[in-house]
């Protein structure tokens, strides 16, 4: 068994926000190279999210976001399985990063939405932010639906 080294351990939990023993046994896999870890971690994750994307979601929260003072808002429903994960500052950055992407994309649909390119990082989908949640969480977590509102426009 590989010894692992605490500082990467560490830094690897801090920034993930992944379980320690998960962030260690990404470690164990790679040998001690961090940007593999991640990449470990990454690609680990997904699969958990995919494996947890049939349990029911009956809880989460109605967010919503007002840009340009004002002129362009959109109101999301993003829901999880239970009210503990809703509460977390994770699914409210969630919600808001998803909220922020209406409000900047202006999509037609949910499906439009899901397979957007993320705002922040062109290297994500909307899909695949969530399911980087997903793992963090925990929980499945799903987009039930989302408006956008624009002042003038019917």
Partial sequence: MIKIDLKLLKQLREETAISIADCRRALE????????A?????????EKADKKSERETMQGMIYSYVHQ???IASMIELSCETDFVARTEEFKKLAHE???QVVAMNPKNLEELLNQEYIRDTSK???HL????IAKMGENTILK??????????
């Fill in 29 to 36: 896999e790679v040998g001690n190279e961090y940007e593999k």
């Fill in 38 to 46: 991640v990449e470990w971690l990454r690609k680990n994750g997904i």
């Fill in 69 to 71: 003072a004002g002129k």
């Fill in 98 to 100: 998803i909220a922020m």
């Fill in 125 to 127: 989908t909307i899909r």
């Fill in 130 to 133: 969530i399911k980087e949640s």
């Fill in 145 to 154: 639906r989302f408006i956008r509102y624009e002042l003038g426009s019917e």
